[in-house]
């Protein structure tokens, strides 16, 4: 187990080295942050104690042994390190205790079929209505599913790969929020309908087609004439290129703001925080 540190300001890295045992050449692997800045949270962030554990796991453990709940855990950190934000971290972390709890101490090799279709169909009890229940089933299902393919390939897990069996809900049974494709003329009525700095966002994702998560981010210094930065999106960075009239809008919104400052922000002058469109 090593530390490598890193400039100031940033927590340093455990890297773990280990030997490969077919050209006996050594092999490097980050396994995650030092708890230098940050309270440690044993998934992204991890004291030294926490970090001897998980090489040792990683060293000695049998693949077939790999606990359901230990695939949703590496699958949350691993998800952990593209976040956008401390909550999306916090919801990654929230969502692999939340799935693992039914599944106690099974693991990879001791999980079965009929153990994940019971989970699955227990999201419908109780509820008169089932579809919604189906959806969320639906999309917990695929989660599962990711953290299990996920160990399986880490850890070279040969065994069946049982849950490749479960299917989710038919998407004609089960429906998740209702999405309704607006007309020109309907868009800028909800636009006009809403809160000031709430119909200036709204309009720039009209102008763009940029998510929320990416607009609330861009700041001032990111338009640069016809072009704008994005600078966190779901596929990375990208630059949108602006007509004159948009171009002329966004400069508009850009008068008197420090270049640090946020391009699209609230009426008090704030960043719009994650999430903060549906508050």
């Known amino acids: 187990l090593g530390y490598r540190k890193q400039s100031a300001g940033h927590a340093g890295k455990w890297i773990f080295r280990h030997t490969n045992e077919l050209t006996g050449t050594y092999a490097k692997e980050t396994i995650g942050t030092a708890d230098d800045l940050t309270t440690a949270n044993g998934l992204d962030i991890l004291s030294y104690t926490q970090a001897l554990a998980l090489i040792a796991r990683k060293s000695n453990a049998d693949p077939a042994e790999v606990s359901v709940q230990e695939a949703l855990d590496n699958w949350a950190a691993w998800k952990s390190k593209t976040a956008s934000s401390d909550k999306q971290r916090t919801d990654y972390a929230n969502t692999a205790k939340r799935l693992g709890k039914a599944f106690g101490k099974l693991t990879l090799a001791s999980l079965r079929a009929n153990h994940i279709r019971k989970w699955r169909d227990d999201f419908l009890e109780g509820y008169d209505d089932a579809r919604p229940r189906m959806a969320t089933a639906n999309r917990s299902l695929a989660t599962l599913k990711a953290a299990l393919n996920m160990a399986a390939n880490e850890n070279e897990y040969d065994g069946k790969r049982v849950w490749d069996t479960v299917s989710k809900f038919k ?24 809160r000031a700095d709430l119909s200036t966002l709204l309009t720039a994702m009209q102008m763009t087609g940029a998510r929320y998560g990416e607009l609330r981010q861009v700041l001032s210094d990111d338009l640069n004439g016809l072009n704008l930065l994005i600078r966190k999106g779901k596929t990375g960075s990208r630059v949108i290129t602006l007509s004159d009239t948009k171009a002329a809008w966004f400069a ?28």
């Open 171 to 194: 998407s004609e049974a089960s429906f998740g929020a209702r999405m309704i494709m607006l007309t020109d003329q309907q868009e800028s009525e909800v636009i006009a309908a809403a």
């Open 252 to 279: 508009k919104q850009a008068e008197g703001k420090a270049p640090t400052q946020p391009l699209l922000c609230r009426n008090d002058g704030s960043q719009w925080p994650d999430g903060g469109q549906i508050k």
